[in-house]
């Protein structure tokens, strides 16, 4: 039996961005009433932590002091041109009341929760509000202000830990990336839908770091309308036997949810399988878990992820299906949905095939050609 946390706190529940904006909180509360309504959050080794802001001086981890002040002083009325400049404000960073204590507290989840892992007080964490990996050191960009699973993966590293950095978000991560492009000790995996048609324009294939670093970041961008035997074929080939090389201490994964069919903002076509079947894989590793969560905009199809990989994660996925006409079923307030935790499958056509196959079979050549021999593969 293995020992999981999921990190919760209501002060959350204060916070919220302006109107109109599509990044929505209240994903969280409802995970967790959902979870907790199924009884998934208590007992055979599962219970909820109540997480403290991150400290100061762990955010200057990665945040410059400048920009920490300008987020804090913008929230306050004092948001000034020199924030614009630092992201602060920008469409999709819009200044809302309490948005660097948000961030703060985020963090600090996410980094309570890699500190658990790290004295063995847990196997597997998940932090739902966590995964903001587009913020820079002196950026805020793509609704995220701090960097919470960049500062872990430091954080961890600095503690002598080789970090494996998965995320399958469908914007690529970034900030992440950035933040330990020239190191070793943190290989990065980004699996998101390619920088041509999507936000924030990298990951590409050649991105695959420098110096020291050269190697350890790998970069899949897919086609728009990648299906989820698509989506794991580049898995299988790609990052499996790269994460097998690598031999991490411990694992951090990002679970945005924003690359399922249906997600207002992005085109990919996956279903939840997909995050299950990554998932199962990493757990067969036996190494700590620390998961977060990140995009994901239709919100009931998010919650409904993230209920499964909570549920995967804690080996009660079989006993959460059998409820699926039970109390969770009305707890996921859905309206397209029957029951259970998958989502309906996504018929693929030929037509899709002939789009999708070409541009993912490049992708794996292309990384076997650069990054294998780097590993001895
Ligand atoms: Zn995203």
């Given at each position: 039996m293995k020992n999981a946390v999921f990190l919760y706190s209501?002060?959350?529940?204060?916070y919220s961005y302006p109107k109109g904006c599509p990044f929505k909180i209240e994903r969280t509360p409802r995970l967790r009433k959902t979870l907790a309504s199924m009884g998934l959050l208590h007992g055979h080794g599962r219970r909820e932590v109540e997480p403290q802001p991150a400290a100061r001086h762990m955010l200057e981890i990665f945040h410059t002091p400048r920009y920490l002040d300008a987020l804090k002083a913008s929230e306050n009325g004092g948001w000034d041109i020199d924030a614009l400049h630092m992201g602060i404000g920008g469409p999709d960073t819009p200044v809302f009341k309490g948005m660097h204590d948000y961030g703060a507290l985020a963090c600090g989840a996410t980094l309570y929760g890699a500190d658990l892992l790290l004295s063995g007080e847990a196997d597997i964490v998940f932090?739902?509000?966590?995964?903001?990996?587009?913020?820079g050191p002196e950026l805020a960009a793509g609704f995220c202000y701090i960097n919470d699973v960049a500062i872990a993966c430091l954080h961890l590293a600095q503690r002598g830990q080789r970090v494996l950095y998965l995320d399958i978000d469908v914007h690529h991560g970034d900030g992440v990336q950035n933040s330990v492009y020239d190191r070793k000790e943190v290989m990065t995996i980004s699996m998101h839908e390619s920088g041509r048609f999507l936000f924030p324009g990298t990951g590409f294939e050649?991105?695959?770091?420098?110096?020291?670093?050269?190697?350890f970041s790998v970069n899949m961008p897919l086609p728009p309308r990648t299906y989820n035997d698509a989506f794991m074929r580049c898995f299988n080939e790609i990052a499996i036997p790269l994460i097998n090389t690598f031999d991490a201490d411990i694992f951090v994964f990002e679970l945005?949810?924003?690359?399922?069919?249906?997600?207002?903002l992005a085109h990919l076509k996956l279903t939840n399988d997909v995050y299950q079947r990554v998932l199962e894989f990493l757990l067969s590793q036996h190494k700590p878990l620390l998961m977060t969560g990140g995009g994901g905009y239709n919100i009931d199809n998010t919650v409904r992820a993230w209920s499964l990989a909570w549920s995967v994660a804690t080996g009660v996925h079989e006993d959460a299906e059998a409820m699926k006409f039970g109390l969770g079923g009305v707890m996921l307030e859905s309206t397209d949905w029957m029951g259970g935790f998958h989502d309906h499958d996504q018929p693929v056509t030929d037509e899709q095939r002939r789009r999708v196959d070409p541009e993912i079979e490049k992708t794996i050549r292309k990384l076997k050609d650069t990054l294998f021999p780097i590993h001895g593969l």
């Open positions: 209501e002060q959350l529940e204060k932090n739902s509000f966590g995964g903001f990996h587009h913020a050649d991105e695959i770091g420098e110096g020291e670093g050269r190697g945005g949810a924003d690359g399922l069919a249906g997600d207002p």
